[in-house]
């Protein structure tokens, strides 16, 4: 196989991409000293995290000269994210930092008034206009797909500036911004978006490029007409693992959380077992899931560091599903079993070896907030949300909730934040609080969710998996008034989960809250409706979707 070289220079979680080089006919050798640069070829610059932490990195390593010698000779470079940050003069992140400087505008931050920030999920890569015709679809990108970003700032578009410097630029549109989400120049290509995510799309930029192939195939995508600019409605299918009564992992389902079976052959308590964790995950990918989730949810038992199949599953996706993977269950400072205690963070990095994109902090979350809150409101630095978040972006850091109704006659009956809801429960009060829970739901806490937003957005979480015990495998839709209620409540995305139960609820929860995702499990597994028929009629009802590209 031929090789590409691959600039791994801080903590990243780049199995995805290797696998995705491989996937288009590469293997990688790894740039472990600045002089290892000049022997390569083509070369790959990813980057995860912080503007000024990589670029520092980059900086005291002595790579960003020899980086800078291998564009300047014309040989094939690539940069990926901060990859493709490094290559401006600066970012508003870092404002005492200095890029490479070989493109001079500066990133800034997305505006938060009116949309979620980080941008998480999938958007366009349009070739403009300004650009000489044949260089609108450079290195193989096209009109009518989507691609993967994750990132809080960008490179805000200005027209013509850069093509009149002889860049081919491709941009997105996220709210009122139009952001550069690719560039190209001869031998230079850099994106925004992570071609090793973005399924079929991204894997085809990704061969463009190590073939060098600039204007692969141009002709045809010109003639695509470009399906609509703008993030799209993400639709992610999670998976529940856990270990049945004959130690396989399966995926399960539980109602209100209860994965045992009640009725049928298998009444007297079997787990519930819907089918195989890796096939399931193809599968849904193949559906056009624009993510999967995968949630072992015994990790409060088991020691995930003794739990090697779920590594393996991970290991095992990744090579399959090129769209982005979290993992949650049991992110927290550990005990191995030979006693080792054993940080959140390197718990976090066997992971992220493994395959996944993000990490989902479930219990642990709760209880770091509770010490937040009685410490008066300051950070620790050392919870397991901020640590990983400091390390590998706060993109990479979901923080999983699983709340549950408590009703009351009145707000004034409880410290906790009510809403009034249009849903009484059988006393007839009508207002209540949504309360925390941890193992799994076994357990309550005096914390309310919207304390416990609050605090792991200050912590550094990227984003809200937002459960709902009260609607988990209801089939009866999402809780509106949750979301709406915890969206009012921070700047960080998140995703609506619990009750999703036919294609109508999925429009519902995009029309009726600002959430900026939504999730199914049950009645994906139960074979019901698959994720394409969600989409399809997301798109009938006139909402952006991606479609699956084979
Ligand atoms: O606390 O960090 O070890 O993480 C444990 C993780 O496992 C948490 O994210 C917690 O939500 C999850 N979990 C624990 N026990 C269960 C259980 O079901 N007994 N599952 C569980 C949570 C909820 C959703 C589910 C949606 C959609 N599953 O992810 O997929 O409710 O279901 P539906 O569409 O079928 O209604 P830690």
Redesign the pocket.
């Known amino acids: 196989m031929p090789t590409v070289h691959l600039l791994d220079y801080v903590a990243g979680n780049i199995r995805s991409l290797v696998n995705a080089i491989n996937k288009v006919g590469y293997e990688v050798e790894w740039i472990r000293s600045p002089s290892d640069i000049e022997k390569a070829e083509k070369l790959i610059l990813p980057g995860v995290g912080h503007f000024g932490h990589c670029l520092t990195q980059l900086s005291d390593g002595g790579y960003l000269e020899p980086i800078r010698q291998h564009i300047n000779s014309g040989k094939p470079f690539m940069g990926i994210c901060v990859g493709l940050q490094a290559l401006f003069n600066g970012s508003e992140e870092n404002p005492d930092v200095s890029g490479i400087g070989l493109i001079p505008m500066k990133m800034q931050k997305f505006d938060d008034k009116s949309k979620s920030v980080p941008h998480i999920g999938w958007n366009s890569a349009l070739g403009t206009n300004e650009a000489n015709a044949d260089r609108q679809a450079f290195y193989g990108l096209r009109p009518n797909s989507k691609y993967y970003y994750v990132h809080s700032y960008a490179a805000m578009y200005e027209p013509g500036f850069l093509e009149k410097e002889g860049w081919s630029v491709a941009t997105a549109t996220y709210g009122e911004e139009r952001f550069i989400g690719a560039i190209g120049r001869e031998n230079i290509l850099a994106t925004q978006f992570h071609p090793e995510k973005s399924g079929q799309a991204g894997l085809r930029t990704l061969r463009a490029f190590l073939n060098g192939d600039y204007l692969q195939s141009f002709t045809e995508a010109m003639h695509l007409e470009p399906r609509g600019d703008g993030l799209t409605r993400r639709v992610i299918a999670?998976?529940?693992v856990?270990t049945n009564d004959d130690g396989d992992l399966v995926v399960?389902?539980?109602d209100?959380?209860?994965?045992r079976e009640k009725s049928g052959s298998d009444a007297g308590g079997q787990v519930r077992n819907l089918g195989k964790p890796v096939d399931m995950a193809k599968r849904y990918y193949e559906q056009g899931a624009d993510e999967v989730?995968f949630?072992?949810?015994?990790?409060?038992r088991n020691c995930?560091l003794a739990d090697t199949p779920m590594l393996e599953i991970l290991r095992r996706t990744s090579e399959t599903v090129f769209v982005p993977l979290t993992i949650?269950?049991?992110?927290?400072d550990t005990v191995d079993t030979d006693g080792t205690k054993v940080p959140a963070l390197d718990v976090a990095t066997m992971y992220f070896k493994s395959g996944a994109d993000k990490v989902?902090?479930?219990?642990?979350?709760?209880f770091a907030a509770e010490e937040y809150y009685s410490r008066g409101g300051k950070l620790s630095g050392d919870t397991a949300i901020e640590t990983i978040s400091n390390a590998y972006g706060k993109q990479a850091v979901v923080v999983?909730?699983?709340p549950k109704r408590v009703y009351v006659d009145r707000p004034e009956d409880t410290p906790h934040h009510t809403i009034k809801t249009a849903y009484p429960n059988q006393a007839g009060q009508t207002f209540c609080w949504y309360q925390c829970t941890?193992?799994?739901?076994?357990e309550t806490r005096d914390l309310d969710v919207r304390q416990l937003v609050k605090a792991v957005e200050a912590m550094g979480a990227g984003e809200i998996?937002l459960?709902?015990?009260d609607?988990?495998?209801?089939?009866s839709g999402f809780d509106l008034e949750l979301i709406n209620d915890v969206k009012a409540a921070i700047k960080i995305p998140v995703i609506a989960?619990?009750?999703?139960?036919v294609p109508e609820h999925f429009s519902d929860v995009f029309n009726y809250t600002s959430t900026d995702a939504a999730?199914?499990?049950?009645?994906?597994?139960r074979g019901e409706y698959t994720v394409s028929q969600v989409k399809d009629y997301l798109a009938s009802k006139g909402f952006l979707v991606r479609k699956f590209e084979s």
């Open positions: 999670c998976l529940d856990r399960t389902k539980g209100q959380y209860d994965v989730t949630l072992n949810i015994t990790s409060f995930p949650g269950g049991g992110i927290k989902s902090i479930g219990s642990d979350s709760v999983s909730v699983d941890v193992k799994g739901g076994r998996l459960n709902c015990i609607k988990d495998g209801s089939n989960s619990s009750g999703a139960g999730l199914g499990a049950g009645m994906f597994h």
